[in-house]
C-alpha cells in the first residue's frame, strides 16, 4: 500500500488547494437555475389548480359552518305541530314562529334526542312570535351579544325540518326596522331571503350568539332581533293579548267623542272583533258597549281581568249595550271555530268562501276623516251606524252629508274592528 | 403508517425475506428488494410514498456509503495492476451497450433525443447491488476486482454520457430561442466538467479530512462516527452545490484508501456496521419500483432490456478475449453487469425537468426496465461470481474490496 511519504505532503497540499479552489471558483460562475429549468406549469393548469384550492377552502369554510350549526343546532328544536323551528329562548321557554290565527294549544316539542309535549304556550293572534313552556329545558345559546356585529360578519342561520338540521352560511348586512303585523320592530339584515320553511329559526354569529329569531313579518320572513322577540313575548303576557288569543276580543275605553255618538252609555268599547275566535262566534260586534260582567259593572278594562284568569271555569257572561238594547252573551272560550270551517264543506268534497260581504274602499284621501279615523285602502266596510250595507245608494246616502258622526264598522285581515268617523267640520 | 413503525417494519421483513430467498439461492439483495416491492405502494401499500419520501435520506447514507466502499479500487497499487484492463473493458461493455440501445430505440422510430438519452442511461451498472452481492458471497478473484472496477469507472462514463448527450440536444435542439447558443453551451458544459471535475474535488477534500483524521481516532464505533459524518457532509455538499453525489462519494473512497495509514481499519469497521442501512436501502429501492409498470414499457422497453444486455455481454467478452483474461472472466463478466437502478431513475428525474418533451417516453422505458433489472441483476451477479469459482474465496475476515488483502 502506497503511504503518504512526508514528501508527499507538499503535493497533497496542492491538490487540496486546487480543489477548494475548483470548488470556489465552480460555485461562483455556474449557472444559476434558469426559471425554464423548472417544468413551468401550463396556464390551465394553474387554473385548475386554482380552482382546486379554492374549492378546497370552499370546502373547508362549508365545513366550519356545518359544525358551527352542529354546536348550536342543541338550542334548536322542531315543533311539527306549529310547522315551524323554535330556538330555546330561555330556560324553559321555547320561542317559535305563529302562522294560523290560532296556535296550537297541545304542541309537541321535537328536541334533539326526544320529543317532549308542551305545558303551556304565550301568543297572540296579533304578534308573529309564540312562546311554548317546556319544563325541562335550559337555555344554552346566549341571546345576546356584548360586541355589535359589523357589516360583512359571518352568521349562520340554524332551522330544523322534519329531516334534521339544516343551516346557511350569511353574511351581516344591518339592523333595520321592519313592521311584523303593525308592530313596529327590528330585524337583522343579511344575504339571506327567509322563507316559509326557516321560520321560527335562529341566525347566529359566529361565537354561537343569537342574532336574530326568523318570524314572518308581513308578507315576508324576518329575523326579529332577540330584544324585540322578548318585547312581544312580555306583549304577548299582558291582557289585551290574552284577551285577543282567547275570544279574539280587543276593548278599550271610550273616548268622549263615543261617549257623545252613543249617547252616555258608560262601559268598555269592543274595538275589534277577530273572525273565528269565541267573541265573534258568540256573537260579539265591534261598537258594542260591556257594561257589566257576570251581573258586575263594568267601569274599565280592568274588570274584565277575570276572564282571561287561567282559573276561570264558568264561561263569563257579558251585559252589552248595542244601540238601544242590552243582551246577555255568553262566550265560550273553548267554542269550536272549526265547525264553521267544515260547515263549508259538502258531501261532494267542495269547498268555497263565503260571499264577500260589504264595499272594498280603493283609496282613502290624506286628511280626510276617513284617514283620520283609522280606515285604510283595502278595507271593507260591512256597516255604518246601525245600517248594514246592501247597496251603493245606501251607503253613498249614508256618507253624503257627514254632517253627523257615524260609527263605522270595518273588516280587515280577518278582523272587524270598529271606528267613529267624525263629523264633517262645517 | 408512522416513520419508526415502517423503518422498524422494513427491517424485520427485509431479513426475513433475506432469510426466505437463501433458500432459493437467491441473493439477499434480492429478497430485500421483493419485499420493498410487496411492501410498497404499488402491492402492499404499507410504505406510503410520504414514508419514503420521509426515509429518502436513509437512501442518501446508504448510497454515499456504498460508493466510499467502492472507491477504494482506485487503489494505487491495485489499479496500476488491473487499471488499464478495467478502463478498456468498462469502454468496450459501455460503447456496445449505448450503441445497440441507441440503434434499437431508432429502429423503433423515436426521435434521436430519445435514443441518445436511453443509450447514455443504459450504460451505468448499479453499484450497490454488485457491492452487496460481492461482500454477501464473500467473493475474491479477477472477476470481483474488474467487476468492481468496471461499475466504479462506468457510473462515471455514464454521468459523463449523459451529459454530452444532455449538452448536444440542447446545442441543436432549437429551442424557445430565448437562450443563446453561447449561454446554452456555457450551461450543458459546464455542468458536465463541474459534476465530474467539482465532485472529485470535494471528494478529495472530505476523503483528505476523513484519512487525517482518522489516524487520531482508533476505536471502532469513532471510526464509525467519523465515517458517517463525512459522507453525510459530502452527500449534503454535493445537493448544495448540483454537483453529483455520486462522484464526490467515490472520490471520498478513492482519496482515503491511497492516503489513510488505517483505511483498512475504516473500511471493516464500515462493512460490520452498515448492514441495516443498506437492508433499508434496498428495500425503499424496491418500494419506489412499480411492477404495474413493465406491462406498460412495451417494444422499446423490451429493446431496451435485451439491448443493454446484449451489448454488456458482447463488449465484456469480446474485450477480455481481446486482453487475453481467463475465460470465467470472458464468459461471466456480462452476467454481473446487468443490474441498474439508482443512478438511471436519478437521470430519468433529470430528463424530467430538462426535456419535458422526451420524458414521457424516457421515463416509462427507464422505470420499467428498471423494475425488470433490479430483481434479476443481483441473482444474475451472483450467478456469474459462482460461475467462475470466486464465491468464498474471501473468508479470511477481510472485506473482499479491501486493498492489500494478499
Redesign the interface.
Known amino acids: 500500500?502506497?503511504?503518504?511519504a512526508p514528501a508527499n505532503a507538499k503535493y497533497?497540499f496542492t491538490?487540496?488547494a486546487?480543489?477548494?479552489l475548483?470548488?470556489l471558483l465552480?460555485?461562483l460562475?455556474?449557472?444559476r437555475p434558469?426559471s425554464?429549468?423548472?417544468?413551468q406549469p401550463s396556464e390551465t393548469d394553474l387554473a385548475r389548480l386554482t380552482r382546486l384550492t379554492e374549492r378546497r377552502s370552499l370546502d373547508t369554510r362549508a365545513g366550519y359552518f356545518a359544525q358551527l350549526a352542529d354546536d348550536v343546532a342543541t338550542s334548536v328544536v322542531r315543533m311539527p305541530d306549529a310547522g315551524a323551528s323554535g330556538v330555546v329562548w330561555t330556560t324553559g321557554t321555547i320561542a317559535t314562529a305563529r302562522f294560523e290565527p290560532r296556535f296550537p294549544t297541545a304542541t309537541l316539542v321535537r328536541m334533539l334526542d326526544r320529543d317532549v309535549r308542551a305545558s303551556g304556550a304565550v301568543w297572540a293572534p296579533h304578534l308573529p312570535v309564540a312562546g311554548v313552556q317546556v319544563p325541562d329545558v335550559a337555555q344554552l345559546v346566549p341571546a345576546h351579544r356584548a360586541v355589535a356585529p359589523r357589516s360583512g360578519d359571518w352568521l349562520v342561520a340554524v332551522w330544523r325540518t322534519d329531516q334534521g338540521r339544516v343551516f346557511a352560511p350569511a353574511n351581516f348586512l344591518d339592523v333595520a326596522p321592519v313592521s311584523c303585523d303593525e308592530l313596529p320592530s327590528r330585524e337583522t339584515l343579511s344575504t339571506l331571503v327567509f322563507t316559509r320553511s326557516m321560520a321560527g329559526g335562529g341566525l347566529f354569529d359566529i361565537n354561537g350568539n343569537l342574532m336574530g329569531l326568523i318570524l314572518p313579518c308581513g308578507e315576508r320572513y324576518a329575523a326579529v332581533v332577540p330584544e324585540q322577540v322578548d318585547a312581544m313575548l312580555s306583549e304577548a303576557e299582558s291582557f289585551g293579548s290574552r284577551l285577543l288569543a282567547r275570544y279574539g276580543l280587543a276593548v278599550g275605553p271610550m273616548t268622549d267623542d263615543e261617549t257623545e255618538y252613543f249617547k252616555g252609555a258608560a262601559g268598555v268599547i269592543v274595538r275589534e272583533v277577530w273572525i273565528g275566535f269565541s267573541g265573534e262566534v258568540a256573537g260579539l260586534r265591534p261598537g258594542d258597549i260591556i257594561v257589566a260582567l257576570n251581573g258586575a259593572v263594568v267601569a274599565s278594562a280592568d274588570d274584565l281581568r277575570p276572564v282571561v284568569a287561567q282559573t276561570e271555569r264558568e264561561p263569563p257572561v257579558l251585559s252589552v249595550q248595542r244601540d238601544t238594547a242590552r243582551l246577555e252573551i255568553t262566550i265560550r272560550a273553548d267554542a269550536d271555530t272549526t265547525a264553521r270551517e267544515t260547515d263549508r264543506q259538502t258531501t261532494a268534497g267542495l269547498m268555497w268562501e263565503s260571499p264577500q260581504k260589504g264595499y272594498r274602499i280603493d283609496a282613502v284621501l290624506p286628511g280626510s276623516r276617513a284617514a283620520t279615523a283609522g280606515i285604510r285602502p283595502g278595507d271593507r266596510l260591512l256597516r255604518i251606524g246601525r245600517t248594514e250595507l246592501r247597496s251603493l245608494d245606501q251607503m253613498r246616502r249614508l256618507l253624503a252629508t257627514g254632517r253627523t258622526a257615524a260609527f263605522v264598522e270595518i273588516e280587515r285581515d280577518g278582523r272587524r274592528r270598529g271606528t267613529l268617523l267624525k263629523q264633517a267640520e262645517p | 403508517m408512522d416513520q419508526l413503525t415502517s423503518l422498524g417494519l422494513i427491517l424485520l421483513l427485509a431479513l426475513l425475506a433475506g432469510h426466505l430467498v437463501r433458500f432459493i439461492r437467491v441473493p439477499e439483495v434480492t429478497g430485500y428488494i421483493l419485499a420493498g416491492v410487496a411492501l410498497g405502494p404499488s402491492l402492499l401499500g404499507w410504505l406510503s410514498q410520504e414514508n419514503l419520501l420521509a426515509m429518502s435520506v436513509f437512501s442518501e447514507v446508504a448510497l454515499g456509503l456504498i460508493l466510499f466502499s467502492v472507491g477504494s479500487v482506485f487503489?494505487?497499487?491495485l489499479f496500476r495492476r488491473i487499471g488499464r484492463q478495467v478502463l478498456l473493458l468498462t469502454l468496450a461493455e459501455s460503447t456496445l451497450a449505448a450503441a445497440v440501445v441507441t440503434t434499437g430505440i431508432l429502429y423503433f422510430g423515436q426521435p434521436w433525443q430519445v435514443a441518445l438519452l436511453l443509450g447514455a442511461i443504459a450504460i451505468a451498472t448499479a453499484p450497490a447491488s454488485t457491492l452487496m452481492v460481492i461482500r454477501e458471497s464473500d467473493s475474491a478473484g479477477p472477476l470481483t476486482d474488474t467487476l468492481l472496477g468496471i461499475v466504479a469507472v462506468n457510473n462515471l462514463l455514464c454521468i459523463t454520457a449523459y451529459s454530452l448527450v444532455a449538452a448536444a440536444i440542447e446545442l441543436l435542439t432549437p429551442a424557445?430561442g430565448?437562450?443563446s447558443f453561447l449561454e446554452t453551451f456555457?450551461?450543458s458544459g459546464?455542468?458536465l466538467l463541474?459534476q465530474l471535475?467539482?465532485s472529485?474535488?470535494?471528494g478529495?477534500?472530505v476523503g483528505?479530512l476523513l484519512a487525517g483524521w482518522s489516524s487520531q481516532v482508533t476505536e471502532g464505533g469513532e471510526v464509525l462516527i467519523l465515517l458517517a459524518g463525512a459522507i453525510l457532509l459530502c452527500v449534503g455538499l454535493s445537493h448544495l452545490?448540483?454537483l453529483s453525489p455520486l462522484v464526490a462519494s467515490l472520490a471520498v473512497g478513492a482519496t482515503m484508501v491511497?492516503?489513510a495509514?488505517r483505511?483498512r481499519h475504516v473500511f471493516g469497521a464500515l462493512s460490520a456496521t452498515d448492514p441495516p442501512f443498506y437492508a433499508i436501502f434496498f428495500v425503499i429501492a424496491g418500494a419506489e419500483l412499480d411492477a404495474r409498470l413493465i406491462p406498460a414499457m412495451g417494444a422499446l422497453g423490451v429493446v431496451y432490456v435485451l439491448g443493454r444486455a446484449i451489448g454488456k455481454f458482447a463488449g465484456a467478452k469480446l474485450a477480455a478475449r481481446r486482453l487475453g483474461l481467463s475465460t470465467e472472466v470472458q464468459n461471466y463478466l456480462g452476467f454481473a453487469l446487468l443490474a441498474q437502478a439508482g443512478l438511471a431513475v436519478g437521470l430519468t428525474l433529470a430528463v424530467?425537468?430538462?426535456f419535458?418533451g422526451f420524458a414521457p417516453v424516457v421515463s416509462t422505458v427507464v422505470l420499467a426496465s428498471v423494475t425488470i433489472y433490479e430483481m434479476i441483476g443481483p441473482v444474475s451477479t451472483r450467478f456469474a461470481l459462482t460461475r467462475a469459482g470466486e464465491v468464498g474465496l474471501a473468508k479470511a475476515a477481510h472485506d473482499p474490496m479491501l486493498?492489500?488483502r494478499r
Open positions: 500500500m502506497t503511504r503518504p497533497i491538490l487540496a486546487v480543489s477548494v475548483i470548488l465552480g460555485s460562475v455556474r449557472p434558469r425554464a429549468d423548472q417544468p | 487503489e494505487f497499487s424557445g430565448a437562450a456555457y450551461r459546464f455542468l463541474w471535475v467539482g472529485v474535488a470535494l478529495f477534500l483528505l452545490l448540483d491511497n492516503l495509514e483505511s424530467n425537468s430538462r419535458t486493498p492489500d
